[in-house]
């Protein structure tokens, strides 16, 4: 490798790195806040937050590629312009072809790492994310009593606090609700004060109670073979025992969650996708048989005469009921059963037309979001050497531009093709292909040491349009 290819690549190693870091983060982060109300409160330790986190890292890598790539492209060749090293390397003979081609073989392998990375990583780690934050979101909050409220959150028990100590564990006034039971407040425990603590390995939460009184009202139904109506018993000390198993932090089987297209990769899109058409088209062909029924004197296929009438003219000849107000409604309800018929089945084979797209935009987005790796490239790069600038200022902001310009066009061809407006290929690929030529415009502006973004070079044309109006 020549040493200008190990000075390149020395340059654009550092912005890359550090670009997809904080993009990374930034997307993280984004993604994350969503799930925030979902994951506090619920005592999951760090190994879970730090798994997830991980899971759903992974699932943001293919997205933060194409945005590290355009910004430290743009930083690379901005930076080298501005301390006048592209002009020197250009002055020695070398194209800036050539100049660019180190980063453009490293962002080719990088474009096809993340293709495999995105058909047999992601879905995997999708099916781990989306299993743990369902778990997650089963789990019941960490167990907190609060002076002077019910707490509802052991089944069977609405436990009444007045006062928790600064220890964490002594109770003051403690009321206690018991519905294991059955009925209404069968049975209330009073207590003066009380501790609480885990024991079991934290299978049970103990409630130690002092000086109070059980009361059992025995009028409930499953007392009625009593002849009490109601008991109090008095107690110095009491000891309840409350099952933690509510609170357990289950893991579901992941299994479950694989039918989900984010959960497949592209040999299992296609099979989901080809049974989807499939089942579409039998539903196309199933109607006209489906809704023959309704008519009473022409096949619904053919419109020709059913069997059993015969046509005399144009009019038919069968033993028919005389012309009424009942033929007429008849005929009125007929065509509404018709209709309704036909509204439901044309929504259910669109619904799977639609479901259909929504698997074949997942097969295309591991093709393009790919793609647009190289694409971001061919803008980033000739973009850095025509402006000129390198740091963390005018890059970040075109490249905040071009890939808001990017997502919005992905959004729109995604939805139409999701829609069936457009064919799900050409929506999906439509931004790809609408930024290409603006990359190879950038390119050649830039091989031929264009000014086209200086403010000199719109300084003169104003300047110049001027002077022809006069």
Known sequence: MKKLDKLILRAFFGPFLLTFAVVEFILLTQYMLKYLDELVGKDLGASVFGELLFYFSVNMAPVALPLAVLLSSLMTFGSLGEHHELTAIKTSGIALTRILRPVLIVVGLI?????????????????????????????????????????????GYSIKVNEKLNDGKTLRDVMIYDHTKGGTNTTVILADSGEMYMDYDDAYLVLELFRGNTYVDQSNPSFRNSNEQFVRQQ???????????????????????????????????????????????????????????????????????????????KKLERELPEPSADVLVLATNKARNIKSFTDSYEERVRTTLREANNYEVEIWRKYTQSASIIIMFLIGAPLGAIIKKGGLGVPVVISIVFFIIMYVMTILGEKWGREGLVPVGTGMWAANFILLPVGLFFLYQARSDSSLLELDFWRKLMARLRRNKL
């Open 111 to 155: 474009t096809v790492g993340a293709f495999f990375f995105n058909n047999n990583i992601v879905p995997k780690a999708n099916l781990k994310a989306y299993s743990l934050l369902w778990d997650i979101r089963q789990k019941k909050p960490a167990m907190n009593f609060k002076e002077g409220a019910f707490y509802n959150g052991i089944p």
């Open 235 to 313: 107690f110095d000390k009491s000891k309840l025992m409350l099952s933690m198993a509510s609170f357990n932090f289950d893991r579901t089987k992941e299994e479950y969650f694989s039918d989900n297209k984010m959960m497949k990769n592209i040999q299992e899109l296609n099979v989901v996708t080809d049974s989807l058409r499939r089942h579409s088209d039998r539903e196309k062909v199933l109607y006209a048989p489906n809704v023959d029924p309704f008519y009473n004197y022409f096949k619904a296929d053919t419109a020709k005469v059913k069997s059993g009438i015969k046509l005399v003219g």
